[in-house]
């Protein structure tokens, strides 16, 4: 199919973003990648794009002619270089072959097209820096040095050639699926890592929403007026580090630092101990941007940012949703929410789901992912105050249970997994008109205290070390994906404490819920698995799931969801 419009290095963080706004706009679009291009297929089908109007083809910038097809691209009017090589300590060959000789073959290729209405080159906003007319490799590193060039190179080229040439340069584009760069301080600051600042209280590093910047890309051909220029893309409104550090911090329910290192300190400590690439502290500066020329575009194109706090948080949620790249964020509505006095992680409907759900330790909410997307209807779940990537608890685990699910505004099924089971069977004991049924599975009060995380004293620092290979042998599961990302929590300050305090606390809990199961009005199922059988006889239904053991949800959820369902429509037709 004859394309109009070509994205170069469409696989990318923002070429897949441009692709998507460009259909959106009814253009027929060949996505240039450097592969087979399926992942670039599958993710735009989880995006529930129409691509009929899409044509993948192979290209490789480093080559002239980019190794295009010699046909089918002779009525492209408009091309997208969003190619780059991003990453810091990379060889300076490796980034010239990309960020200067690809620029400079693009511009080439696109010269020779009969019909080409626009180039449009994405460059960087350091570009406006004081000595970004002469990079140095050596000084700057590979990456920054090598765009500079390349920015140099393809606007010389570009008058050499009479080609009409937009050039955008955005700072830091956040959005799903951007975890490099400022995603790396975000990260450290999660994790409890994050000591100090790096510089002093004025450090600006300016972001600009991802949705926004595509949409500003689209623009730039369709206005004669922005041929030969030139764009600083940034959010203005971008609060210095410290304070956007502090937003983020407020937001995930981390504590942020106080303190700072001078840069040129930095500059000298090794890097095992600053956990920085060196190439990054040149985006450590107090500088700012001559952005009116964007803002007067983008208001001609009726175009408007997002507010920055907002756009912030959500990109921070995405960081924390996929584990800073490590596993894909589930498909469910999720965030870091206010609940009580805690800041939690919650995936779901928070109005009116059918199920909520409650993890046991030392796992998360997303241990019900597999069921959730098996039941077929509308789900909710968190993870527990102070476990998993919600906060540490301010309130008990009862009281948030209460202010989590007040809410809700009819009466789901209510299910828990083992140290949840208890929270959960008081929150009907309490609250009987909210509650359609009650599941309990492989409650833990039923259950003998035979963990080694019950009996080791060495429980918390094994916990620390765990890897994901490691965990699944104690706790009797495949290893798999979704381990990677309760291993990664365990390892954040305290958690490892909280959850084998947690899990000895409850054993002493047991005579009061075994009494208190048997007063409760909600309707009750047991479900557990052969291997893990009860050790308490309790004279209420109980489902056992064969050669499933603690956590049937993670190894049997299909066996599980079909047994929910049912609960499901035994609750609605009482």
């Not at 570009?158 to 009409?164: T, Y």
């Not at 926004?212 to 409104?237: G, I, N, Q």
């Not at 937001?251 to 290192?261: C, E, I, K, L």
């Not at 924390?320 to 409907?349: E, L, S």
């Amino acid at each position: 199919m004859p394309a109009n419009s070509v994205v170069l290095g469409a696989g990318g963080f923002i070429g897949r973003s441009l692709v998507v706004e460009l259909l959106r706009r009814g253009q027929e679009v060949a996505a240039a990648v450097h592969g087979s291009g399926d992942r670039l297929t599958r993710w735009l089908a989880e995006q529930q794009v129409d691509t009929g109007r899409l044509t993948v083809v192979h290209a490789d910038i480093t080559r002239p002619g980019l190794g295009l097809p010699e046909r089918g691209l002779e009525d492209v009017r408009d091309v997208y270089n969003t190619a780059a090589r991003f990453a810091f300590g990379i060889d300076p060959a490796e980034a010239r072959a990309v960020n200067v000789d690809g620029a400079a073959h693009v511009i080439e290729w696109a010269a020779a097209l009969p019909h080409l209405r626009r180039v449009v080159h994405i460059s960087g906003y350091r570009m406006a820096a004081a000595d970004a007319d002469s990079p140095d490799y050596r000084r700057d590193g590979a990456y920054e040095a090598s765009k500079r060039e390349g920015d140099a190179t393809a606007r010389a080229r570009a008058r050499e050639l009479g080609v009409p040439l937009s050039v955008a340069n955005p700072s830091t584009v956040i959005g799903p699926g951007q975890y490099v760069g400022l995603a790396d301080l975000v990260g450290e600051l999660w994790r409890g890592r994050l000591a100090a600042l790096p510089g002093g209280p004025d450090i600006f590093l300016p972001v600009v929403e991802l949705t926004y910047f595509v949409r500003f890309l689209a623009s730039l051909p369709e206005h004669p007026a922005s041929a030969d220029s030139t764009y600083w893309v940034l959010d203005d409104t971008t609060p210095p580090l410290p304070e956007l550090v502090s937003l983020l911090a407020g937001h995930m329910g981390v504590r942020a630092p106080r303190r700072f290192v001078p840069i040129p300190l930095l500059k000298r400590l090794p890097r095992a101990l600053t956990q920085a690439d060196p190439e990054t502290l040149s985006f450590l500066s107090t500088d700012r941007y001559d952005t009116s020329p964007a803002r007067e575009f983008a208001r001609s194109c009726g175009l408007e940012m997002p507010p920055v706090g907002e756009a912030l948080r959500e990109w921070a949620d995405d960081l924390v949703a996929a584990r800073f790249g490590r596993v894909r964020p589930p498909g469910a509505p999720y965030g870091f929410q206010q609940v009580g006095k805690d800041r939690t992680w919650v995936v779901g409907d928070r109005q009116r789901p059918d199920y909520v759900f409650l993890h046991g330790l030392p796992i998360d909410a997303d241990s019900w992912s597999e069921v959730t997307a098996r039941v077929d209807a509308p789900s909710l779940a968190a993870d527990l105050p102070g476990f998993g990537r919600s906060a540490p608890s301010r309130q008990s685990h009862d009281d948030w249970l209460a202010a989590f699910l007040a809410p809700l505004g009819n009466r789901p099924v209510l299910v828990a997994h083992s140290y949840s089971c208890g929270p959960a069977l008081r929150y009907a004991l309490r609250y009987p008109e909210r509650v359609g049924a009650l599941v309990l599975v492989s409650p833990a009060f039923l259950q003998p205290p035979s963990s080694w995380l019950m009996r080791s004293p060495l429980a918390v620092p094994a916990l620390r070390r765990m890897t994901a290979e490691r965990l699944a042998g104690s706790l009797g599961l495949p290893h798999d994906g979704y381990l990677e990302g309760p291993v990664a929590d365990l390892r954040r300050s305290g958690a490892a404490v909280r959850v084998v305090a947690a899990l000895r606390s409850a054993y002493g809990q047991r005579g009061a819920l075994l009494s208190a199961l048997q007063r409760v009005e909600v309707p009750v199922e047991l479900v557990v698995g052969e291997r893990d059988p009860l050790a308490e006889p309790t004279g209420l239904p109980v489902t056992e799931i064969a050669s499933a053991g603690h956590y049937p949800q993670l190894t049997h959820p299909g066996e599980v969801a079909r047994h929910l369902v049912t609960v499901r429509e035994r609750a609605a037709a009482r």
